[in-house]
Nanobody, 132 residues
Framework: DVQLVESGGGLVQPGGSLRLSCAAS????????AGWFRQAPGKEREAVAT????????????YYDDSVKGRFTISQDNAKNTLYLQMNSLKPEDTAIYYC??????????????????????WGQGTQVTVS
C-alpha cells in the first residue's frame, strides 16, 4: 500500500522556521506532481506548494500560494524518496495541519501542477504546525 508519512511539525514562535518532511513508500516522487496542503480550523484544505517531480520540460516546476511566496520552499530528495517543505519567517496565520499529497497531473495548458485536493491520489495523515 502507498504510504506518505509527514514529520517535522511543531510549535514555533513567529519568525521561526520549520522543515516538514514527507517520506513515501510504494510510490516514488519521480513522476507527476506532489505537493503540500494545509487546513486551518474552520477552513477548507488549500494548496500551499506543489512541484512536478518528473523529468522533461516541466521538471522542477513549482507553484506557491501568494501567502507563502518568498518564505516557503518545496523540494525533493529522490535518493530518500522524500518531499520537503522548508518554512521560514513563520506567521501565526500559517498555523494549520499540513498534509503531503502525491500523484496528481501536470496541466500543460496552465503550465502548473493541479491544485485541487480531488486531483491528488495519495495523502499523508498530516502534521500540526502551530505558530504562536
Amino acid at each position: 500500500d502507498v504510504q506518505l508519512v509527514e514529520s517535522g511539525g511543531g510549535l514555533v514562535q513567529p519568525g521561526g522556521s520549520l522543515r516538514l518532511s514527507c517520506a513515501a513508500s510504494a510510490i516514488t516522487f519521480t513522476s507527476n506532481c506532489a505537493g503540500w496542503f494545509r487546513q486551518a480550523p474552520g477552513k477548507e484544505r488549500e494548496a500551499v506548494a506543489t512541484m512536478f517531480t518528473g523529468i522533461g520540460a516541466a521538471a522542477g516546476s513549482t507553484y506557491y500560494d501568494d501567502s507563502v511566496k518568498g518564505r516557503f520552499t518545496i523540494s525533493q530528495d529522490n535518493a530518500k524518496n522524500t518531499l520537503y517543505l522548508q518554512m521560514n519567517s513563520l506567521k501565526p496565520e500559517d498555523t494549520a495541519i499540513y498534509y503531503c499529497a502525491a500523484d496528481a497531473p501536470f496541466s500543460l495548458s496552465y503550465d502548473t501542477c493541479a491544485r485541487s485536493t480531488a486531483d491528488y491520489a495519495y495523502w499523508g495523515q498530516g502534521t500540526q504546525v502551530t505558530v504562536s
